[in-house]
Every structure is written in structure tokens, then in C-alpha cells.
């Protein structure tokens, strides 16, 4: 269908803007750039019972930030479930901040924990930093849950777009683990590693996220090109190290008409079926990637957000 008239109008606006695409930037400005701009079409922030921002150590002796948002007054003799939460941002941008009225939304609408990581990013820190983080997060609240009145056995991973591709990889590790969350949510997620599917060719140039800005975003934060060959950042098509995929989380994954990748989501979605794992997949009809986050202006953005929340409730078992 057409492209929705209030994404259209978005896309005029930032236009008129005359912002520089982030693949003209520095690093340090795209960020400056982005954390600008990431709230400005965004639901606003729902009121939390509590909101604590903690330090997660990592498995290099470092600490990383994360955001535990409560929705209610925890209960030690009836916890929470939870989700594990990873930014959207090219690897490159992006923060527990930026996504913060996302991860309130979710916490009130899923009834919910929800604990927002700030992976450290490219180009200080290249691949595979951001999915050592990310699994060291989840693995650190899935052992700390009781600490927090957190059900262990309750605990959901999720992101958007580059999150999204840490919680891909996330949920087949914890799987191997033997600590193997509830859902697998994954907003318009990356899962391929050379971007030569129909969708980056028909979308490259005036949809939000571009081709040269999609390898702008890459050349920060893999090592070489060999790293896109890495399951680790391509849980799609890559082949070192690729793992068995039987046997993952239940995924609910949306993706967006208008986004270059939208064709790595569904053929991610098909590859988990075949694997005999349980998939829901949505396709917004007119929406751009990013389109979670302009839920103030397009209503749909919204309705998306209680599809969502609709999932996680029902892997929680709350309804």
C-alpha cells in the first residue's frame, strides 16, 4: 500500500530540516545528532513506581549501564516478569535515554520489568563488544532476578533494529546456556550481513534509513568485512560459527513496508519456522523502519505498540 500519509509528512519535515544524514557525520556528532532527535515524535514517558539505573559488569572486567524500570511496587512473593531491552542505533548510536519512553511503554503495557542496556558502542568498541554486553546483561538479570523481584523464569529479550540483532543472537546463546527467554521480540530487526536483498535495493535512498548510512553504521563497527560472515552480527546468512537454530525462543517480530529491511525480517521469520520454532510475524503496511519511535504522530505507531505489548503478556502468561 501506499506509504502512510503521516510517515509521509515525517519524512517532508526532516527533510525541509536539511539534517545531515548520519553518514556525513563523525560518530561523536551523528550521536549528538540522534540523541537530539530521538524523542521528538515519541509517545510521551509513562510514570514508573521506580526507575534505578545500575552497573552490569561484563565478562572483560568492565561495567556497562542499564535502566531497570518498575511498573508497580515490586513483591518479592509475586515478581515480575521481565524483558531485556537493546537500542536501536546502528551499533553506532543510541542509549538507554534515547529509547526511554519506548522501554516505559512497554513496562506499563507488558506489566513488566523492563531492564534497558546500554551496550557500549562503535567505533570505541567493535563487533563483537555490543553482543558480548548484551548477552552478559541478560545473563546477569537472569542470576540477579530474585535481587529485584523478578521472576527468572519470566524474563523476555527484546530490541529494534540493531537491538534487535543482539536479541537474536541472545536468544539462541541463553538457549545454549539452559536459560532460554519466554519471547524473542525483535522490532524491524537486521539479520543479514551483505544487504542484497530486493528490499535494499527498492528502498535505498528516501525511506529514513539508507544504504550509505546502513554501511556507514557497519564501517564503524565490524572489524573487517569478514566479520559480516559472523553469525553474531548476520543470525540470517551467516556461516562462521553458525549454530543450530531448533529449539530458540518463540519470536514475534515486526517489520515495515517501507524499510530496507524488511526482507531480512521475513526471510529471518521463515528461517526460525523451518527450524520448528514457534514465529509470529507482523508487516506494518506503510510504516519506515524506525517507526516505533514516532508514535506521537502516527497513530499506527501506536497500535503497533499494544501488538507488542499484547505478545510479551501473552509469553508472561498475564493475559
Known amino acids: 500500500m501506499p506509504l502512510n500519509p503521516n510517515v509521509e509528512l515525517v519524512l517532508a ?19 549528538a545528532a540522534y540523541d537530539a532527535s530521538a524523542s521528538v515524535l515519541e509517545i510521551p514517558a509513562a510514570p514508573m513506581h521506580a526507575v534505578e539505573d545500575l552497573d552490569v559488569p561484563t565478562r572483560d572486567g568492565a561495567s556497562i549501564r542499564a535502566r531497570l524500570y518498575l511498573p508497580v511496587e515490586p513483591h518479592w512473593a509475586d515478581p515480575l516478569p521481565a524483558l531485556v531491552y537493546f537500542h536501536g542505533g546502528g551499533f553506532t548510536v543510541g542509549s538507554v535515554e534515547t529509547h526511554d519512553a519506548l522501554c516505559r511503554m512497554y513496562a506499563r503495557d507488558a506489566h513488566c520489568a523492563v531492564l534497558s542496556v546500554d551496550y557500549r558502542l562503535a567505533p570505541a568498541h567493535r563487533f563483537p563488544t555490543a553482543v558480548e554486553d548484551a548477552f552478559d546483561a541478560w545473563r546477569w538479570l537472569h542470576d540477579h532476578a530474585a ?39 525483535l522490532i524491524y530487526p537486521g539479520a543479514g550481513g551483505h544487504q542484497q536483498t530486493a528490499s535494499h535495493r ?20 565490524l572489524r573487517t568485512d569478514a566479520d559480516r560472515d559472523d553469525w553474531r552480527f548476520a543470525p540470517l546468512d551467516g556461516t562462521r560459527g553458525a549454530p543450530d537454530f531448533a529449539g530458540v525462543a518463540p ?39 524506525e517507526f516505533f519511535k514516532l508514535g506521537a504522530f502516527v497513530r499506527e505507531a501506536v497500535a503497533a505498540h499494544a501488538d507488542a505489548a499484547a505478545a510479551l503478556r501473552e509469553a508472561f502468561g498475564t493475559g
Not at 545454549?176 to 519471547?183: E, N, Q, R, S, Y
Not at 529491511?261 to 529471518?268: P, R, S
Open 147 to 185: 535481587e529485584h523481584a523478578i521472576d527468572a523464569a519470566r524474563i523476555a529479550v527484546g530490541g529494534d533494529s540493531a537491538g534487535g540483532t543482539l536479541a537474536t543472537v541472545c536468544a539462541v546463546l541463553a538457549r545454549d546456556a539452559g536459560i532460554a527467554p519466554v519471547l524473542q521480540l
Open 13 to 31: 519535515m526532516i527533510a525541509r530540516a536539511g539534517r545531515p544524514p548520519y553518514h556525513t557525520l563523525t560518530p561523536d556528532e551523528a550521536r
Open 202 to 221: 527498492r528502498l535505498a535512498e528516501g525511506y529514513l534509513l539508507s544504504a550509505k548510512t546502513i554501511q556507514w553504521f557497519f564501517s564503524q563497527y
Open 251 to 289: 519470536a514475534w517480530i515486526a517489520v515495515a513496508e517501507y524499510d530496507p529491511l524488511v526482507d531480512e525480517g521475513i526471510a529471518y521469520a521463515d528461517k526460525l519456522r523451518a527450524a520448528g520454532n514457534r514465529v509470529t510475524l507482523v508487516e506494518y503496511p506503510g510504516m519506515v523502519h
